[in-house]
């Protein structure tokens, strides 16, 4: 059975900074595409950054996020600096199983984490 298991979030002042991971468990993904989605309350789900042939952020945190994997560990991790209040959202991690192709589509991950929630104060 594969799990992907999020690190917990938390509470973080504007400015400050968080690492959330999200560990593999039941397959390796190896070079698989894994990415980041968020979604805030009242919000779709949107995409935040992937990781696979290459990275892809969404623009409103290029310079800020950093997405990185340990294939060893099977673990995916988002750095995340210059927290703003509107980061605020449940974080969720996914995983492709047949591409490397760093999508962000939802609809193209085939595995999901529960959701870790952030929440950043002004």
């Known amino acids: 059975q594969v799990q992907l298991v999020e690190s917990e979030g938390g509470l973080v002042q504007a400015g400050g900074s968080l690492r959330l991971s999200c560990a593999a468990s039941?397959?390796?993904?190896?070079?698989?595409?894994m990415g980041w989605f968020r979604q805030a309350p009242g919000k779709e789900r949107e995409f935040v950054a992937a990781i696979g042939s290459s990275t892809s952020y969404v623009d409103s945190v290029k310079g800020r996020f950093t997405i990185s994997r340990d294939n060893a560990k099977n673990t995916v991790y988002l750095q995340m600096n210059s927290l703003k209040p509107e980061d605020t959202a449940v974080y969720y991690c996914a995983a492709k199983v047949n591409s490397d192709y760093p999508s962000r589509n939802s609809g193209m991950y085939n595995y999901w984490g529960q959701g870790t929630q952030v929440t950043v104060s002004s």
């Open positions: 039941g397959r390796t993904f190896g070079s698989r595409a």
